[in-house]
């Protein structure tokens, strides 16, 4: 019984606090991590060669994957772009459209950009979690997060409503 609403917990069902196993604690996804969206790139900013902008089509089974004809952003807009560009094994996530909820690693070994309605979730500095943990509990969320989206004929979500999103964290020694 104690696993079964262990696991409930983990994917943010609402069980009071006693309900936890020792040592568990409730947290907002936003307690551990930032969740940032990506930039509204221009298609005039679109070229042949420079850096590859990363869209929700790019979130294929799990990791990002470059498509044949993916836009390319010019070199030079890095400094000036700097905060969206993608680091290697950033955690992914569709915020827009029919697959909202969508996952996936960044596991490229080249530079990208984080374009809009992607988003990215950062650790923040003193996060009680471990980043392997993290990637358990954002795919466990992504069925949440699709239900969670809101609007009429396309499902939307934003960063600060899935930074609300409530889950059971366990110590550090048991993730």
Same mark, same amino acid.
């Given at each position: 019984?104690?696993?079964?609403?262990?696991?409930?917990?983990?994917?943010?069902?609402?069980? +009071?606090?006693?309900? *936890?196993?020792?040592?568990?604690?409730? /947290?907002?996804?936003?307690?551990?991590?930032? /969740?940032?969206? $990506?930039?509204?790139?221009?298609? /005039?900013?679109?070229?042949?060669?420079?850096?590859?902008?990363?869209?929700?089509?790019?979130?294929?089974?799990?990791?990002?994957?470059?498509?044949?004809?993916?836009? *390319?952003?010019?070199?030079?807009?890095?400094?000036?772009?700097?905060?969206?560009? *993608?680091?290697?094994? +950033?955690?992914? #996530?569709?915020?827009?459209?029919?697959?909202?909820?969508? /996952?996936?690693?960044?596991?490229?070994?080249? !530079?990208?950009?984080?374009?809009?309605?992607?988003?990215?979730?950062?650790?923040?500095? +003193?996060?009680?979690? +471990?980043?392997?943990?993290?990637?358990?509990? #954002?795919?466990?969320?992504?069925?949440?997060? !699709? =239900?969670?989206?809101? $609007? $009429?004929?396309?499902?939307?979500? =934003?960063?600060?409503?899935?930074?609300?999103?409530?889950?059971?964290?366990?110590?550090?020694?048991?993730?």
């Amino acid at each position: 019984m104690k696993l079964k609403k262990t696991a409930s917990a983990l994917e943010g069902s609402s069980l +009071d606090d006693e309900e *936890l196993l020792e040592g568990w604690n409730y /947290v907002s996804i936003g307690d551990i991590c930032q /969740v940032q969206g $990506g930039f509204a790139f221009k298609s /005039v900013e679109y070229q042949n060669e420079g850096i590859p902008l990363i869209r929700i089509s790019n979130l294929i089974n799990e990791e990002v994957k470059l498509e044949v004809k993916n836009p *390319l952003i010019f070199h030079h807009l890095a400094d000036k772009y700097s905060n969206f560009l *993608l680091k290697k094994n +950033d955690y992914l #996530i569709a915020l827009s459209g029919a697959t909202t909820g969508k /996952v996936a690693i960044n596991n490229l070994d080249q !530079l990208a950009f984080l374009n809009q309605r992607v988003g990215r979730f950062r650790l923040k500095s +003193d996060s009680r979690i +471990d980043s392997n943990f993290l990637w358990y509990v #954002i795919k466990n969320i992504s069925r949440r997060v !699709l =239900s969670e989206a809101y $609007g $009429g004929a396309q499902p939307n979500i =934003s960063p600060k409503d899935i930074e609300k999103i409530r889950i059971s964290l366990p110590p550090l020694a048991e993730q």
